[in-house]
T-cell receptor, first 113, second 114 residues
Framework: DQQVKQNSPSLSVQEGRISILNCDYT??????FLWYKKYPAEGPTFLIS?????DKNEDGRFTVFLNKSAKHLSLHIVPSQPGDSAVYFC????????????FGTGTRLTIIP | DSGVTQTPKHLITATGQRVTLRCSPR?????VYWYQQSLDQGLQFLIQ???????AKGNILERFSAQQFPDLHSELNLSSLELGDSALYFC?????????????FGSGTRLTVV
């Protein structure tokens, strides 16, 4: 049962354009959402997060949008840079119990110079 | 360097064998989480320890076990290995037992079972 879904395994975007990565979730108990970025041969690193009390959080070139009614979140990267090429994981936390992260399957983003 | 150390980085072993993966959490972090990433799969939660005690279990097979020692390092033991156990195994640590305070991941151990 995949509670966090990233339906696009890969995405290619021209350098300088906007990258939009999408994530859907099914568990209505999730109340905190995070994006992680992963380069080959490295562990995932935290990128940006959002609480369910917000619908947008911005950090430099990265913005995460949350639509609770649709159980959908997205990560926007503007402008996209070659160094953004990586695998991006969406993750979610429930405010119940120990709050382990539940991850999506990831989207491989390739920025084309 | 994230501050979370995993050893070894690579491990090749035969079916039926037993291996131990080691994780040293970031200084000051009390929680350790183990995740498995198989080919084209997301990170699957295996188990969490907090200050030496098991706190949560995920989809961890009975052939797998883990522990966290008094110095807070953790070991994941995988036994009676099968080809399907080949995967990347990540350890993450966080300051408390609640994940929203931030996970820091190690660079992983790549296990290949032949």
């Amino acid at each position: 049962d995949q509670q966090v879904k990233q339906n696009s395994p890969s995405l290619s975007v021209q350098e300088g354009r906007i990258s939009i990565l999408n994530c859907d979730y099914t568990n209505s108990m999730f109340d905190y959402f995070l994006w992680y970025k992963k380069y080959p041969a490295e562990g995932p690193t935290f990128l940006i997060s959002i609480s369910s009390i917000k619908d947008k959080n911005e950090d430099g070139r990265f913005t995460v949008f949350l639509n609770k009614s649709a159980k959908h979140l997205s990560l926007h990267i503007v402008p996209s840079q070659p160094g953004d090429s990586a695998v991006y994981f969406c993750a979610a936390l429930s405010n119940f119990g120990n709050e382990k992260l539940t991850f999506g399957t990831g989207t491989r983003l390739t920025i084309i110079p | 360097d994230s501050g979370v150390t995993q050893t070894p980085k690579h491990l090749i072993t035969a079916t039926g064998q037993r291996v131990t993966l080691r994780c040293s959490p970031r200084s000051g972090d009390l929680s350790v989480y183990w995740y498995q990433q198989s080919l084209d799969q997301g990170l699957q939660f295996l188990i969490q320890y907090y200050n030496g005690e098991e706190r949560a279990k995920g989809n961890i097979l009975e052939r797998f076990s883990a522990q966290q020692f008094p110095d807070l390092h953790s070991e994941l033991n995988l036994s009676s290995l099968e080809l399907g156990d080949s995967a990347l195994y990540f350890c993450a640590s966080s300051p408390r037992d609640r994940g929203r305070y931030g996970y820091t991941f190690g660079s992983g151990t790549r296990l290949t079972v032949v």
